[in-house]
């Protein structure tokens, strides 16, 4: 059946819209809708509320004759930890260029993927690493050390 | 034969007997392709061959035209499909189990092996393949009007050809895969570079969030394994599929290869050697928009130096597949894809180097990890797309290097292009840079001036100079292109062959310390 648009009553009577054309446009509209929110809900799934990954907070027992100013790298740990006068701190090994794991030397470290150069206290000394290497946190005593990986702390920060 | 003898049962046992050939009769309707009508039906009867036109320009069957190079990256992708596919039965993916499958396709699988070194090796072709494809439809200046939208496919074809490379690259789990993927997700994660110096990392994490995604976890792990593995063997070849069909299609919507304006008398003489354009009255209007109104490119055009694509054009790329089929199984024969040790997240290999053709990216990536991994890329690739629509001219389309003084113009862009990297990399290679000079410089200025921006500055104040000089868009084009093209093969060259453990500098990989 076709549809033939009603009688005016005035002239302000806004133009009848065909059957045809209103349950188009309806299909249109709600096809749209329904794909942008599907679209959404799927740039929302790559994302995990929580993703998994090792725990960052562990125990390390420092040797009593590790030497003022030698690196000790935890087993299976990617820290280095420094004992001098003043205290004991940890800095994380992972390059804060591209993520490579640096090797510490007499000088401090050198990352084998590009080249950057970091002293003892983390600082950049040569190479395209962008920032220091992070201090992290570390509490106990005794030899005894907690490091928790996720927070840094200020640069400096020694017990 | 006297129809009350004939039998249901006698009629059926004919039916039975012919069944065969009207199968093939059914399947084939157009008949052998012996004239040019059944040649016709030949090609736009079948479904796959109707990408094609049914018939093909003398000039695109010239091996100087194209060389072939879009063929065998084609040919290339079947065969990474065919033997990616195979490999499948056997791989899991599952770090540690990954990589155990990875030696059992290697050492335990009947062909196995074989199969591997051919799926990397076809990989590589394909990877050179669409580089130097893209090259010739630059210097032919096939990407001109009606050719754009083809153009700006193709160039999404590169990313993806790219793409499905470097995600092959993490699934064997082993120390190569492991590191060069962990510069990858850093690589994604450095717009961090831009945001720390700036303090607002905190709010703005945007490089965070990339690498986040990538790799579905904060290490690259079992989360980034299984979505590497389903971007290469679904995601990313779907895409490619897709817009290889849509790449073919607009070559023929297109009308056909690019041609110079005088392909008629190029090719006269050629066109004496092949069938006369009809060998039998045309049962059809042959060129129903010769006579229509309308904007596609074959309209108004008059008789063409064609000749039926089966069995010209067809036999030809088939030739090309088997080439190239040839050489796959020639490299793969004698030589093995890597398979390092188990990959272990606390020791880097050293060095650590992604695959080579992303070895240009690390050269550069080791002065700056944004600019060399994201900003001077990303310039590079917005550049390539819009070449289209910056470069209007009409002149030498279709011709190598734009006509007579092109190749000598592109010869000393070339000469520029590897002098100038090779300049800026020796003075840093011998002297440093500013971070080694003066120890307390902000990182953004480091970021902004380095090595690989300032071979870029030079290559576009080259380009701008030819651009003047010549008072042509396409002579400043082929000046940037041709530097940019030298400048990748030199860091190229660099990042493969010079660069050693720390990613220090070594004339040969032979000098490289023990560690």
Redesign the interface.
Known sequence: MTTTPGEKQSRFDPEPMPRRDFLGLAALGTMIAAFVVSLFGMLKLPKAAVSASPSKKYKVLLPDALPEGEAFIPPGRNVAIYRDGEGVYALSTVCTHLGCIVKANAKGFECPCHGSGFAKDGVVTKGPAPTALPWLKVTGGAGVYTIDEDSHVKAGTKV | MDEAKRSALNEFWINLKTAPGQIYRAMFRGGAPVSDRTRSSFVFGNVFLHLHSVRTHLWSLKWSTTMGLGLITTAAFLITLVTGILLMFYYKPYPDVAYQSIKDIHFIVPTGRFMRNIHRWAANVMVVAVILHMARAFYTASYRKPREFNWFIGWGLLVTTLALSFTGYLLPWDQLAY?AI??G???AQ?P??IT??MGITEYFDIGG?QR??LL????V???SLI?FYLLHVMILPLILAMLMAVHFWRIRKDGGLAKPKNVDELVAADQKEHYPVFTEAPQKTYQLAAVVKGKTPAVGSGPENTVPSMPHLFYAELGVLMFTVLICFILAFVSDAPLKELAN????????KAPWYFLGL?EI??????MGGIGIPMLCWIGLGLIPFLDKETEGTGEWFGGPGGAKLVGWSALYGFATSIAVEAFAIRFGWL??WF?DIP?LV??FVNPGTVITVLYAAFSIWVLRRFNSTRAGALALFTCFLAGFIVLTVIGTHFRG????FFWSPSHWPGH
């Open positions: 590191w962990t510069i997700a850093n690589i450095s961090r570079e720390d110096a969030l986040e995604i579905g976890s904060e290490i792990g079992e989360e979505r997240p606390l020791v880097p290999e050293n060095p650590a690390q990536v080791s002065f700056s990890a944004f971070r080694e120890p990182q480091i970021t453990p720390n990613w220090d």
